[in-house]
DNA sequence: TTGTAAGCGTTATCAG
DNA sequence: CTGATAACGCTTACAA
């Protein structure tokens, strides 16, 4: 009887070599599909000693000697956020068709995690980087490239870093959003955005949403809001929606709503902060009285009859790892822009025929 | 000038002994904090030459040599669900502390990925795994556990196999939330849940529903509710509000609420998936005629004002790294098991004085 | 068709 | 204090 060692070693290529009574080579070649050069018996005897000694190739060793290991990086922002999720699942799904295993690094919003994941990453020698940045500068993402290692950049571009990058077609959508809230009586909207100047993609939105207000001769202006310290914003958002309320002509009480007023938060987050304040502040009718869009169709987004784009975050995650496929495969061209479109969810909160007295 | 090489191999140790002028041994010490042993003349010299070639030591070179790699395994049913998302932030933090890398899978619900995921595991060799099983068969965890790799199970047990485990005190909660909502009146509750029997944490928390029902002497049931296709459970659930509403002697309109029954879903999706029906059936100011409440408190809890049961998710994740800490440094000892109590989030929807009438 | 031997980048052992 | 040298588990010429 055998005393159960603390711990049974895991069997290696050359115990399964001595197992089948056979060199590692003819191991190493069953591992690696080279069946045909592998005589009928011989192979039976691998399968066997395989089975019977439970042996799982060790890929870091494989890696070492190879020089891949088939791993890449995915650095996520923040995982908070179902954008950032839902992208995850679709790198998850090509990754695995593909053969690579996604190294999931995690920087919860903070910048010092962003570049410590950077730095472990190159340590564990991963073959590519998908990266949805929080702040990175350029330099760290400068130092896989120059090692020759592709970066593929989510969501967001980094200022003096070209590389593919792909994301969603963002002034499209925000043209979308925009032109939908006019054309269902809304000329007068308030853009919420976080901190923008830093993150390219943020400012974009905006500057899309100041593009199409002016080309759609509508009224707008852009509010600023942080989630750290939401206040300020949201005190000017009432303000605005207070002084539309003032000026709009007495109506009966149903039709209170500022109905020429509408909300566009620039993503998620941003909105649910607002919505919050808004059910705080009007009531849990909130939705009746003020109009609110945004980009990104949140999980609650139907429960409050909130009208979004979808972002197609599925496939920009798909597409990410197709791109850093290709590179890796040895593809040489210039870095590719890949901007996928939006797509609008109209709900109650903008359609006209919800409110009473149109 | 030096043409870029299409991959600037990194440096490897080799380089680094040769640019300082000494044998890889010294660098070996140097990066492993002997620096005792080291003449302040060589360690500057070594210094220098990390930093001139940009060295970064080869994680899987160490691993392979050492033994060991510093790689956890960290398997997740569904990022989906923000309870998971919660309990990662918790591990990745852990981790970090403890000098760990989370090598996070995600089987996104699907059992094949669950399994194919938990090969890759014992394949990059991780020292150990945290497990928020799907629905595993034990022999795979086995295959671990024998292997001398601690695992650790997150929220839900698996039959047949004891290790450490740590989630929410499940009796303790369910019994807060029932006591609660009896407390504020509803002496008929619903609770909800997804096809409980396979899924421990799910069957631990029906058993403590009734039971804890019967020990307040309440009235309450169980209804099934499958997220795939809910519309069965939905129109149960409907006729038992329904049936309520017909037994109530009739009311002033403000006061229809069928004031004495409460649906109680086991979980944050579940909770998700009523309110939208609720929503839809009863329109937008449903959270006025129908008490709801829930396991999980989701982010749109506040905005619908759902009182929840909150999870120590973050706590549950640290606890989770310690366990697999203390097996990694040697400790002997039997299975442990780690219930964290769930905090009561009272909101609108089950609150006494939020409804007309009493 | 099969096996031998030389590494891959580190660390550990053992002499200087 | 310092540095050869032999592994770690695997792949890959190169032989046989």
């Known amino acids: 009887m055998k005393l159960h060692a603390s711990a049974p070693r895991r069997a290696t290529i050359t115990d399964v070599a001595r197992e089948a009574g056979t060199g590692k080579t003819s191991i190493s070649r069953y591992l690696n599909g080279e069946l045909s050069v592998l005589s009928p018996e011989l192979r039976e005897r691998i399968e066997a000693a395989i089975v019977k000694l439970d042996y799982r190739p060790?890929?870091?060793?494989?890696?070492?000697?190879?020089g891949r290991?088939?791993?890449?990086?995915?650095?996520?922002?923040?995982?908070t956020n179902p954008y950032s999720v839902e992208v995850l699942q679709g790198v998850e799904a090509a990754c695995h068709a593909l053969g690579y295993?996604?190294?999931?690094?995690?920087?919860?919003?903070?910048?010092?995690?962003?570049?410590?994941?950077?730095?472990?990453?190159?340590?564990?020698?991963v073959e590519g980087v998908i990266v949805n940045a929080l702040g990175v500068k350029e330099e760290?993402?400068?130092t896989f490239a120059q090692g020759g290692v592709p970066v593929v950049l989510v969501d967001r571009s980094v200022e003096g870093l070209v590389t593919d990058m792909v994301g969603l077609d963002n002034p499209?959508?925000?043209?979308?959003?925009?032109?939908?809230?006019?054309?269902?009586g809304f000329d007068d909207v308030l853009f919420i955005v976080q901190p923008f100047t830093r993150v390219s993609s943020r400012r974009v939105r905006e500057a899309?949403?100041?593009?199409?207000?002016?080309?759609?001769?509508?009224?707008?202006?852009?509010?600023?809001?942080?989630?750290?310290?939401?206040?300020?914003?949201?005190?000017?958002?009432?303000?605005?929606?207070?002084?539309?309320?003032?000026?709009a002509p007495a109506m009966?009480?149903?039709?209170?709503?500022?109905?020429?007023?509408?909300?566009?938060?620039?993503?998620?987050?941003?909105?649910?902060?607002?919505?919050?304040?808004?059910?705080?502040?009007?009531?849990?009718?909130?939705?009746?009285?003020?109009?609110?869009m945004s980009i990104d169709d949140?999980?609650?987004?139907?429960?409050?009859?909130?009208?979004?784009?979808?972002?197609?975050?599925?496939?920009?995650?798909?597409?990410?790892?197709?791109?850093?496929?290709?590179?890796?495969?040895?593809?040489?061209m210039p870095a590719r822009e890949c901007l996928l479109p939006g797509e609008l969810v109209a709900r109650a909160s903008t359609r006209r025929d919800t409110y009473k007295g149109n």
């Open 140 to 142: 760290l993402l400068q």
């Open 252 to 292: 009966a009480r149903e039709e209170s709503r500022t109905k020429r007023v509408a909300l566009f938060a620039a993503n998620g987050p941003v909105a649910l902060r607002v919505a919050l304040h808004l059910k705080e502040r009007y009531g849990a009718d909130w939705q009746q009285r003020v109009a609110l």
């Open 58 to 66: 060790n890929q870091m060793a494989r890696g070492l000697k190879r």
């Open 298 to 332: 949140s999980e609650w987004a139907e429960l409050a009859g909130m009208t979004t784009v979808r972002q197609p975050t599925y496939d920009i995650g798909r597409r990410a790892v197709q791109f850093l496929h290709e590179r890796l495969e040895g593809a040489r």
């Open 208 to 247: 899309a949403f100041r593009d199409t207000i002016a080309a759609l001769g509508a009224r707008g202006s852009t509010v600023v809001l942080e989630l750290g310290d939401a206040a300020p914003a949201l005190a000017a958002i009432d303000a605005h929606l207070g002084a539309a309320q003032a000026s």
């Open 101 to 125: 295993m996604p190294l999931i690094c995690h920087a919860a919003n903070e910048i010092d995690m962003e570049r410590r994941y950077l730095q472990l990453l190159t340590t564990y020698r």
């Open 172 to 184: 499209g959508a925000v043209a979308l959003a925009t032109r939908h809230l006019v054309e269902q």
């Open 69 to 79: 290991n088939r791993l890449v990086g995915m650095l996520i922002a923040d995982l």
